[in-house]
């Protein structure tokens, strides 16, 4: 049963800095490449960042590159996105996301808002 699930979402000033978490189970996590959506309200599901299975291969939205950094944990099943220089227009649910069986496996998400 693979879950994916958030944490570390809130309110954060314009300029400030949030840590998010997935914690994976029900899945052999060191194996699958890993990834970090968003979702704002009457917006596109996008995709923010991601990472390979080992953690050694990294890509970004040009949005958030050079503010984002993703991150993987093996031995505790867990990616995490640091993000940085937080601007209002990253304000959305933020999701973690992966690939099992050629299925996607969604966590449920949690907000970020980005305001003063």
């Known amino acids: 049963q693979v879950q994916l699930v958030e944490s570390g979402g809130g309110l954060v000033q314009p300029g400030g800095s949030l840590r998010l978490s997935c914690a994976a189970s029900g899945f052999t996590f060191k194996n699958h490449a890993m990834k970090w959506y968003r979702q704002a309200p009457g917006k596109e599901r996008e995709l923010v960042a991601e990472?390979?299975?080992?953690?050694?291969?990294?890509n970004y939205t040009p949005s958030v590159k050079g503010r984002f950094t993703i991150s993987r944990d093996n031995a505790k099943n867990t990616v995490s996105l640091q993000m940085n220089s937080l601007k209002p227009e990253d304000t959305a649910v933020y999701l973690c996301h992966t690939m099992w069986f050629v299925r996607d496996y969604w966590g449920k998400g949690t907000l970020v808002t980005v305001s003063s």
């Open positions: 990472i390979s299975s080992d953690g050694g291969s990294t």
